[in-house]
Structures are given as C-alpha cells and as structure tokens.
C-alpha cells in the first residue's frame, strides 16, 4: 500500500498512476469486505453454507463497487489523487 501511495504522492505526474491506485482501492475494498463481514460470520460460528453464500454475495458486491470506484478514479485529476491518498493514509493510522 505504502509504494503505490508514496510513487502516486512523489510523481511528477500523480495521474499517470491512476491504474495502481485504483487498484489498490479494490484490494482495500476486499479486505475491508472479508474483515467486517466474513470475520464476524467466522466468529459467529456460522454454517459453510452461510459462510459460502456471504462470500459470494461479498464478491460481487467488491466487483460492483470496485467497477465503480474505478471510473472514478481513472477520472480524477492531480488534486483529487492527492486527497484520495491522504484520505488512504488516515485510515491506516
């Protein structure tokens, strides 16, 4: 996370890596998926087939948002990068 949000904040020009920013929003989306939901089905003691049909609702909720998040992304400009790792940064402290 940290060498895609430090090449995208040193670059002379911060859109050229929009692709590995966006990228990084749908591992972090994915992560965040698995964490809150899956973890706590885990916890629960929830069934395979509870777990199995979470996972492949999560999938194609991650696969939505991670679309979507990603046209954004390929749109922004060099100030809206910049905020969007700041952004990035703040929720890893």
Avoid: C, N, W
Wanted: proline fraction near 1%; glycine fraction near 6%; avoid cysteine.
């Amino acid at each position: 996370m940290s060498e895609v949000l430090t090449a995208l904040e040193q670059a002379d020009d911060p859109e050229d890596h929009r692709e590995e920013l966006a990228d990084l929003v749908a591992d972090l989306t994915q992560a965040g998926m698995d964490y809150y939901y899956l973890r706590a089905l885990k916890l629960a003691g929830a069934g395979a087939v509870a777990t199995g049909s979470a996972k492949v609702g999560i999938s194609t909720a991650v696969k939505m948002i991670s679309s979507v998040s990603r046209s954004f992304i390929m749109r922004m400009d060099t100030k809206q990068l910049l905020k969007v790792s700041t952004h990035i940064r703040s929720l890893a402290e």
